[in-house]
T-cell receptor
Framework: NAGVTQTPKFRILKIGQSMTLQCTQDMNHNYMYWYRQDPGMGLKLIYYSVGAGITDKGEVPNGYNVSRSTTEDFPLRLELAAPSQTSVYFC???????????????FGEGSRLTVL | GQNIDQPTEMTATEGAIVQINCTYQTSGFNGLFWYQQHAGEAPTFLSYNVLDGLEEKGRFSSFLSRSKGYSYLLLKELQMKDSASYLCAVMDSNYQLIWGAGTKLIIKP
């Protein structure tokens, strides 16, 4: 059972370049998320999706875009990379508990991105 | 604004007990989560509290007081592998998770 798989694990970008972080989950979860984690800071939500075809901005969406064409895939696009986007990125998914609340998050292994 | 506070770092001895506190101020409350994150790895789920009281799961327990906006994670019989960061997160009225910065727990032999 693969869970949440994200690629690449490491990437160095030059300022102004673009790239896509891939995320796939095989648990049939409706909810998917992209977070960034900077040293000494809490996880910051970039974008999230409650199902295929539906995406919403999180706390720090500027400079990023997402799409959700299938339940399994939730890629994150960085346009015109900037040094401020140097961070560790985590994709996560969750199911909906019977209480109606999104449940525990299952995280991918993370992608460490450096923009120089 | 919404805020989660937890200590930045704590040190404890192998075999001992440690309590990691978390206080929160959020727009509504739909539960509090604790996650464990080893250095260089992804967070993994530890516990969830939505009602007041203590939830016990093996060596780990989590407590919640909604009236005080307070939770703690209690780790017993500490092992070296418990060295990690512990993240507190509160789900607000919009079912969005608000994350604390994490508490780095250092276990000494």
């Amino acid at each position: 059972n693969a869970g949440v798989t994200q690629t690449p694990k490491f990437r160095i970008l030059k300022i102004g370049q673009s790239m896509t972080l891939q995320c796939t989950q095989d648990m049939n979860h409706n909810y998917m998320y992209w977070y960034r984690q900077d040293p000494g800071m809490g996880l910051k939500l970039i974008y999230y999706s409650v199902g295929a075809g539906i995406t919403d901005k999180g706390e720090v969406p500027n400079g990023y875009n997402v799409s959700r064409s299938t339940t399994e895939d939730f890629p994150l696009r960085l346009e015109l990379a900037a040094p401020s986007q140097t961070s560790v990125y985590f994709c996560a998914s969750s199911t909906l508990w019977t209480s109606g609340s999104p449940g525990e998050l299952f995280f991918g292994e993370g992608s460490r991105l450096t923009v120089l | 604004g919404q805020n989660i506070d937890q200590p930045t770092e704590m040190t404890a001895t192998e075999g001992a007990i440690v309590q990691i506190n978390c206080t929160y101020q959020t727009s509504g409350f739909n539960g509090l989560f604790w996650y464990q994150q080893h250095a260089g790895e992804a967070p993994t789920f530890l516990s969830y509290n939505v009602l007041d009281g203590l939830e016990e799961k093996g060596r780990f327990s989590s407590f919640l007081s909604r009236s005080k906006g307070y939770s703690y994670l209690l780790l017993k019989e500490l092992q070296m592998k418990d060295s990690a960061s512990y993240l507190c997160a509160v789900m607000d009225s919009n079912y969005q998770l608000i994350w604390g910065a994490g508490t780095k727990l250092i276990i000494k032999p």
